[in-house]
Antibody
Framework: EVQLVQSGAEVKKPGESLKISCKGSGYSFTSYWIGWVRQMPGKGLEWMGIIYPGDSDTRYSPSFQGQVTISADKSISTAYLQWSSLKASDTAMYYC?????????WGQGTLVTVSS | QSVLTQPPSASGTPGQRVTISCSGSSSNIGSNTVNWYQQLPGTAPKLLIYSNNQRPSGVPDRFSGSKSGTSASLAISGLQSEDEADYYCAAWDDSLNVVVFGGGTKLTVL
């Protein structure tokens, strides 16, 4: 069974760093793109970027380029989304999803709250 | 302002057929396939339709998708109470180099 399991909810202060994770199982992790999608409170879905764990090829949405870093560790079948300096406007639910451009399996989401 | 345009809301009674539209442009829907996602309240999105009209395994055939030119639509027949959810269309955009989503349509089953 294909599963993407994300790390738990986070509460951070502005300026802090954060790295959330997405662990894949039940399939060949290195053979499928993993993407990240943001959903701000009460809003729609926004595509942030993707990574191909097989060779770490990474693409970013221009809206998120330079704001976040997407990475993967294929030895533990895990993809990451990280921030070096969080802002209050980063408060959102973040989902990882397999495959591109049609995302067929999704993680359960990681809620990130940034508040002073 | 989303790149793909969906009606913010739709509704129907049990058993009815409803359609949700998704309008784009030549750089997204006009030149790439459309996918639809269903997001039940408080849950992660789920792929409902891919490649314009293909259903993943396990998705009932009450759900169907179509595309014509720069527009697409999702049809739900035999509406059920459990279909009450937000529905999003999405496609790759060749100009923006991103996956673009519609703003979402909240479906209410009356």
């Amino acid at each position: 069974e294909v599963q993407l399991v994300q790390s738990g909810a986070e509460v951070k202060k502005p300026g802090e760093s954060l790295k959330i994770s997405c662990k894949g199982s039940g399939y060949s992790f290195t053979s499928y793109w993993i993407g990240w999608v943001r959903q701000m409170p009460g809003k729609g879905l926004e595509w942030m970027g993707i990574i191909y764990p097989g060779d770490s090829d990474t693409r970013y949405s221009p809206s998120f380029q330079g704001q976040v870093t997407i990475s993967a560790d294929k030895s533990i079948s895990t993809a990451y989304l990280q921030w070096s300096s969080l802002k209050a406007s980063d408060t959102a639910m973040y989902y990882c999803a397999r495959r591109f451009p049609d995302m067929d399996y999704w993680g359960q989401g990681t809620l990130v709250t940034v508040s002073s | 302002q989303s790149v793909l345009t969906q009606p913010p809301s739709a509704s129907g009674t049990p058993g009815q057929r409803v359609t949700i539209s998704c309008s784009g442009s030549s750089s997204n829907i006009g030149s790439n396939t459309v996918n639809w996602y269903q997001q039940l309240p408080g849950t992660a999105p789920k792929l409902l339709i891919y490649s314009n009209n293909q259903r993943p395994s396990g998705v009932p055939d009450r759900f169907s998708g179509s595309k014509s030119g720069t527009s697409a639509s999702l049809a739900i027949s035999g509406l059920q109470s459990e279909d009450e959810a937000d529905y999003y269309c999405a496609a790759w955009d060749d100009s923006l180099n991103v996956v673009v989503f519609g703003g979402g349509t909240k479906l209410t089953v009356l």
